[in-house]
Nanobody, 122 residues
Framework: QVQLAESGGGSVQAGGSLRLTCKASGDTGGGYWMAWFRQESGKDREGIAAFYNKFTTRYADSVQGRFTISKERATLYLQMDNLKPEDTGMYYC??????????????????WGQGTQVTVSS
């Protein structure tokens, strides 16, 4: 079992920055994928960035070049720069050991955090 706890959300103006943190606890040894998903009100949860190791990361086109995912020990980070109003949503951290559908698809992820809200105003 892995427990995930997100923090770092908040309200910011367009063009600003935020850094999200996801602390993993429990059975965190060995290799596993961790990812950030975003869910806007009334829409499906979408994968925006995923991390396996420092050589293996994935980004959604919508955040490529603006967001950076990183991991130190059992803590996952998402540095978000040049934020846009369309980045508003609830951000969830997810983790899994097995991967078949793809690192930005929610189907393979077993463990989820409770989410942290990000609001970007224009």
């Amino acid at each position: 079992q892995v427990q995930l706890a997100e923090s770092g959300g908040g309200s910011v103006q367009a063009g600003g920055s935020l850094r999200l943190t996801c602390k993993a606890s429990g059975d965190t040894g060995g290799g596993y994928w961790m990812a950030w998903f975003r869910q806007e009100s009334g829409k499906d949860r979408e994968g925006i960035a995923a991390f396996y190791n420092k050589f293996t990361t994935r980004y959604a086109d919508s955040v490529q070049g603006r967001f950076t995912i990183s991991k130190e020990r059992a803590t996952l980070y998402l540095q978000m720069d040049n934020l846009k109003p369309e980045d508003t949503g609830m951000y969830y951290c997810a983790a899994t050991r097995g991967m078949s559908d793809g690192p930005l698809l929610r189907g393979d992820y077993v463990y989820w955090g409770q989410g942290t809200q990000v609001t970007v105003s224009s």
